[in-house]
Nanobody, 124 residues
């Protein structure tokens, strides 16, 4: 089970940190990622991290502003977001692959477990 939290309303230029608490499976062994879905748009990749945090990948639109990280001792995934823009407004979902791999993944189909989403709204 994945539980995302930390969303909210923030002004442009502001910051938020999303968290995703994992339970019930050995998520510390899984690649994980963040995706987002804006109103009227398809869900899109935001960031991914491999099982031990040694590798990360970001969508071009968030590179340099967002940082994905994980604390396997706490079974928690994070997404630190700074310099937020109105176009970052979306529901943000965390996801976990569901089997061990040393790689990270940017496609939705690679993930077997999804959190419920947390709303991020950036006002201009």
């Amino acid at each position: 089970q994945l539980q995302a939290s930390g969303g909210g309303l923030v002004q442009a230029g502001g910051s938020l940190r999303l968290s995703c608490a994992a339970s019930g499976r050995p998520f510390s062994s899984y690649a994980m990622g963040w995706f987002r879905q804006a109103p009227g748009k398809e869900r899109e990749f935001v960031a991914a991290i491999n099982w031990n945090g040694g590798a990360t990948n970001y969508a071009n639109s968030v590179k340099g502003r967002f940082t994905i990280s994980r604390d396997n001792a706490k079974n928690t995934l994070y997404l630190q977001m700074i310099s937020l823009k109105p176009e970052d407004t979306a529901v943000y979902y965390c996801a976990a692959r569901g089997e061990y791999s040393g790689l990270l993944y940017t496609r939705e189909i690679a993930y077997g477990y999804w959190g419920q989403g947390t709303q991020v709204t950036v006002s201009s």
